[in-house]
T-cell receptor, first 115, second 111 residues
Framework: KAGVTQTPRYLIKTRGQQVTLSCSPISGHRSVSWYQQTPGQGLQFLFE???????NKGNFPGRFSGRQFSNSRSEMNVSTLELGDSALYLCASSLNRVGFRGEQFFGPGTRLTVL | DAKTTQPPSMDCAEGRAANLPCNHS???????VYWYRQIHSQGPQYIIH???NNETNEMASLIITEDRKSSTLILPHATLRDTAVYYC????????????FGTGTRLTIIP
């Protein structure tokens, strides 16, 4: 079974631009979560989508948004990029079986550099 | 989710057992203990989880104290490929998928 895939793997943008990152979960997984990883703040939760609905949100400004499609694929968007948005953005999917939380499977990440 | 405390770094000789401790003294009764690891430049990888009983899988063993205030992840025969940052995370069974990562333990396997 194919793992979580993220595209693109690397991205360079300049301040003020916007960016869209894509995540394809493992087949059958309905929950997709996004995380930001920086050297200073570590791994931080951005948001989680389940059945096309945002179910949980971390403490990030409104410039960070996401969505999930009917096939469970997800995108996250960052508008008006700042230098501090340079990070590894990780996507994770899970089965999210009712009544029990299974493990999350992480993709390789998209490394975003903002110049 | 419970706050977890882990030593920032540890070394272990190749072939020996690596024992990684985690303190989670504020863990609640329905909160699971999950362990993930992150090898350099890769996404985190699930290792094991447990609630009260000790657990073992093909990767590791998880020992949870009777009072559930701490746990130990055991890699029985560490290899160089086990060099990674290991995260201990408390996860409540609410049906949401938010993982709160701490700073973890950087485990270095010494040849």
């Amino acid at each position: 079974k194919a793992g979580v895939t993220q595209t693109p793997r690397y991205l360079i943008k300049t301040r003020g631009q916007q960016v869209t990152l894509s995540c394809s979960p493992i087949s059958g997984h309905r929950s997709v979560s996004w995380y930001q990883q920086t050297p200073g703040q570590g791994l931080q939760f951005l948001f989680e989508y389940f059945s096309e609905t945002q179910r949980n949100k971390g403490n990030f400004p409104g410039r960070f948004s996401g969505r999930q499609f009917s096939n469970s694929r997800s995108e996250m968007n960052v508008s008006t990029l700042e230098l501090g948005d340079s990070a590894l953005y990780l996507c994770a999917s899970s089965l999210n079986r009712v009544g029990f939380r299974g493990e999350q499977f992480f993709g390789p990440g998209t490394r975003l550099t903002v110049l | 989710d419970a706050k977890t405390t882990q030593p920032p770094s540890m070394d272990c000789a190749e072939g020996r057992a690596a024992n990684l401790p985690c303190n989670h003294s504020t863990i609640s009764g329905n909160e699971y203990v999950y362990w993930y690891r992150q090898i350099h430049s890769q996404g985190p990888q699930y290792i094991i989880h447990g609630l009260k009983n000790n657990e073992t899988n093909e990767m590791a063993s998880l020992i949870i104290t009777e009072d559930r205030k701490s746990s130990t992840l055991i890699l029985p025969h560490a290899t160089l490929r086990d060099t990674a940052v290991y995260y201990c995370i408390g996860v409540k069974n609410f049906g949401n998928e938010k993982l709160t990562f701490g700073t973890g333990t950087r485990l270095t396997i010494i040849p």
